[in-house]
Every structure is written in C-alpha cells, then in structure tokens.
C-alpha cells in the first residue's frame, strides 16, 4: 500500500522537509579538520531540538545516534564517536527528523577541507544520479524509471552502485512503501502517483558495489575499502515537476522563531 498525501499533510511533509535541509546544511557547515564525528551529531542534536523536531534515527531498531556520520569508505549509517575528521576526508552526513508527526530525511557528502578529482568524481556522480532519479518522480512514471536514471548515470560514469541499501517511501514513518532501488531489477515495479513522497538515496562507490557491515552491527562499508558517497532529498511526486521537500523554503514559522533560542 502506498500512502498518497493529502494537501495538508503534504503541507506538513514540507515542514518536517524544510527542518531536516537546515539540519543538514548547518551540519555540513560545520565540518572541519579537526572536528570529532560525536561533536558533529551532538550538534545536529542540539538543532533537532531548537527546531522543536525529533530525530527519526535515534533509537530506530537501536540505532544509537541522531544523525548518520559515515566517513570515507563507509557507506551509510556510520556511529558517531570519537574519529578526528582530518583534511581530505570525505564525510556523509544523513538527517532525519519527525516534525508535526511527518518525517523529512535527506543526506549529502562533503569534503572535509578539500579534495582531489577522483573524490570530487564520486560527489558529483552521485549528486547528479540523485537529481537524475528526482526528475522521473512524475505521475504515470514507475519507481524502476527513477531507478534506471540513478543507475545510468553513475555507471557511465564507471561508478557502482550500492544494491543492499533503497531509496524508500516516507510520511508518517521514516520507511514506507515503496522500495526504490537505486538499481533495476527484473520486478515489475509501482506507478507512480501524484501524492506520493518518496526518499530517494543513491549511494554510490568509487570501487566496486559490494559493502559488509562492521562488528559495530551498524557502521556499512565498502568491501575492496574504496570511497563511497551518498545524497537524498525527500520528494513529492507531482503531475509535471517533481518537488523536492527537503528545501529551505518552507520553515515552518514557530520553529523559525525557536531556532534563535
Ligand atoms: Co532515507
């Protein structure tokens, strides 16, 4: 069953939208050499709260942190501690909230300090796969014609892509239906219909796709140790443009005015 909002509730998704974005983006803003990956999700913490949001992570199947830090060859769902970020890191940072009882998750990878062209390759691919796969949540379209523009564009660009982690529908609940694999497969996938918000999230490795995950039961990484990186947007599926939630623009006014505090 895949839930299509209503105008108020897509009123409120661009709310809880708007709150993770200005998370994520304060958060990117303050990496720096130097930097431990706990302080960072400390505050991300504190900012959650000043917005009068909720982590949609902290304690989700146990996971033990508000946002996911993941360094170099991890994938995703990195566990914030103690790591020193040192200049030419490359470090995704994924955040989700809860905000009027709907959920906004979003997620980007930046370059701590600087980084070379190999590094920059990986944060372009993957930023264009996210827009490439953005552009096809349009009514009448199906979730394979997302996946497909993901894939196509990191593997012409001798990229690989992640098969074990998807992109996923969000709303009341962080996951939702459908799936959206950043990779085709053989099923018959869903339509597409205006309503929907989706989670699209291509993770992307410099090497090959393959990951495991560390004894920590949580932090994912590459197997062959390459680089890898990750961007999503929360999206609305509409009749002609797409629209991305996980913006600035629609800070709701009450948690404006807290932020200050
Ligand atoms: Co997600």
């Known amino acids: 069953m895949i839930a299509i909002k209503n105008q108020q509730e ?9 709150v993770a974005n200005v998370v994520l983006n304060e958060l990117a803003a303050s990496v720096r050499p130097g930097i431990t990956t706990r302080e960072l999700d400390d505050y991300a913490s504190t900012r959650i709260a000043g917005y009068g949001a909720k982590s949609a992570f902290l304690g989700y199947h146990g996971y033990p942190c508000h ?17 020193e970020l040192e200049f030419g890191d490359i470090v ?6 809860c905000y009027g009882g709907f959920v906004g998750d979003n997620a980007m990878t930046v370059a701590v300090g600087g980084c070379g062209a190999a590094d920059r390759k990986l944060l372009d691919v993957t930023e264009k796969a996210l827009f490439a796969g953005i552009a096809q949540a349009v009514a009448g379209r199906r979730v394979k014609d997302i996946s497909r523009a993901i894939q196509n564009c990191v593997e012409e660009s001798g990229l690989s892509v992640v098969r074990e982690y998807v992109g996923h529908g969000v709303g009341k609940s962080m996951h939702e239906d459908p799936k959206i694999p950043n990779y085709v497969t053989e099923d018959r996938t869903p339509m597409l219909r205006s309503g929907m918000t989706l989670a699209i999230e291509p993770m992307v490795n410099y ?27 929360t999206v609305l599926v509409a009749d002609e443009e797409p629209e991305i939630l996980t913006c600035p623009e629609n800070m709701p006014s009450a948690s404006r005015a807290r932020s200050s505090n």
């Open 10 to 18: 897509i009123r409120s998704m661009r709310e809880a939208g708007a």
């Open 207 to 233: 090497g090959m796709a393959s990951v495991k995950i560390l004894a920590d039961g949580w932090t994912v990484v590459t197997r062959d140790g390459s680089r890898s990186a990750h961007f999503e947007h």
């Open 67 to 83: 946002t996911c830090i993941s360094v170099n060859q991890e994938v995703v769902h990195g566990v914030a501690g103690d790591r």
């Open 92 to 97: 995704s940072l994924d955040v989700g909230v």
